[in-house]
């Protein structure tokens, strides 16, 4: 089996689309996450809490605009980024396979510990086993994986608008706010006032109640779709090749749009319920990448919109280090080993402090690359994979 290299015209390379849409990204999954940095926001629906008209507005406007558009634009990354490698590899005739398993494995354990040590909110762990399985599609044609995935996402979204639809009906008129109460309480006691040790079994149990038999299977019906979605970009070459596909990706920027946008309000228009808001995470999210994907190429077509989204690429491709550091910057400023300002923090303050460290790693990532080839976090993948630095 040959050495795998990669030179510098290799690096030279790189998609800069792909790395803009990482950016954006970063941005949107910040942005949503910001609540559960502060508060035990996974335990209720900000929409049901008490609290100023102007944080229910913020609240909307975040919810609306950005959603889970965020974790679906990752999740068709992730699959285009599958496919890209195996495609270099291919070219040079080398096994593809151990370099990838060796990446996810890297991806794996610093997920882990990002997990256990950081912020129970780690989303790199089940990406990169989702992207495992992109193994078995590895050689698959461009059709074949457009087709899993658009059939594999049809099928179980129309099977959850159904059966959600039936129980909002059925249970009409409850809700489940205050449900998760001494959960709630016991959160803001630990991750406000408690030591390490106990802040380190709470971050487990939060971790455990996202993750786990219940619900990564359905993690998987909604997110592996967009995993195949972006193996089908890497192999239509659609990046590099965006004039030949000019008039359908404007159609599919057009109608992404109208999607995102009506899932977006639907449970603000009508009821909030679990219909409306699968409706309003699972195929608003999906559309809402999808138009983020369409628009951004279209846009960088442009050598002016090219220099303007420079600052986006820069921090695309720090994309690792920048969301470790944001789980580190912001456990120290809300947990009690830190600052302690869990559960003192409202949401539009939360949007403030996102800004800040948005607008601050922007600026950091256009100095380190302007000084390095890679992120810190970036590189140690590399090593991992390679066995070397490059």
Same mark, same amino acid.
């Given at each position: 089996m040959k050495r795998f290299k990669m030179n510098a015209a290799d690096k030279e390379q790189r998609i800069e689309a792909a790395? /803009?849409?990482?950016g954006i990204a970063l941005i949107g999954i910040l942005l949503i &996450?910001? %609540? &559960? #940095? @502060?508060? %035990?926001a996974s335990y209720y629906d900000n929409n049901l809490m008490n609290g100023s008209r102007m944080s229910y507005v913020a609240n909307g406007l975040v919810d609306i605009v950005i959603g889970q558009t965020g974790y679906a634009l990752l999740a068709i990354l992730f699959g285009f980024g599958f496919m890209k490698m #195996?495609?270099? !590899?291919?070219?040079?005739?080398?096994? #593809? !396979? %151990?370099? @990838? /398993?060796r990446r996810m494995t890297a991806l794996l354990l610093v997920g882990a510990i990002h997990a256990v040590f950081i912020w129970h909110g780690d989303m790199i762990v089940i990406y990169s086993f989702f992207a495992l399985i992109m193994l078995f599609f590895q050689e698959a044609k461009k059709e074949v994986l457009l087709a899993w995935g658009t059939g594999i996402f049809s099928i179980y979204a129309v099977i959850m608008i159904v059966i959600l639809t039936v129980a909002a009906f059925a249970n009409e008129g409850e809700t489940a706010a205050g449900i998760h109460q001494p959960i709630i309480d016991q959160a803001l006691q630990v991750y406000g006032h408690g030591n390490f040790a106990s802040i380190f079994h709470q971050r487990l149990l939060d971790w455990y109640y996202a993750y786990n038999l219940n619900t990564v299977p359905f993690l998987f019906l909604s997110l592996f779709p967009l995993f195949l979605l972006g193996g089908f970009i890497a192999k239509s070459e659609w990046f590099k090749e965006i004039e030949e596909y000019i008039v359908e990706t404007k159609w599919i920027c057009l109608i992404s749009f109208i999607v995102y946008g009506a899932s977006s309000v639907l449970p @603000?228009?009508?009821?909030h319920n679990v219909a409306t808001s699968y409706i309003h995470d699972t195929i608003g999210g999906t559309a809402g990448a999808i138009f983020i994907v369409t628009l951004v190429t279209l846009a960088m077509r442009s050598v002016s919109i090219q220099k303007v989204m420079q600052p986006f690429a820069f921090l695309g491709r720090m994309i $690792? !280090? &920048? @969301?470790? /550091?944001?789980?580190? /910057?912001?456990?120290?400023l809300f947990y009690s080993y830190g600052l302690g300002y869990y559960g003192h923090i409202s949401i539009v303050e939360g949007l403030a402090i996102a800004g800040i460290i948005i607008f601050i790693? $922007?600026?950091g990532s256009w100095i380190w690359m302007s000084l390095f080839s890679d992120g810190p976090f970036e590189k140690l993948i590399r090593y991992a994979t390679y066995g070397r630095s490059l």
């Open positions: 790395d /803009v849409l990482k &996450n910001m %609540p &559960n #940095f @502060y508060s %035990p #195996f495609q270099r !590899t291919y070219e040079r005739q080398v096994s #593809f !396979t %151990p370099f @990838y /398993v @603000y228009a009508l009821d $690792l !280090t &920048n @969301y470790i /550091v944001q789980s580190i /910057v912001c456990t120290f790693q $922007l600026l």
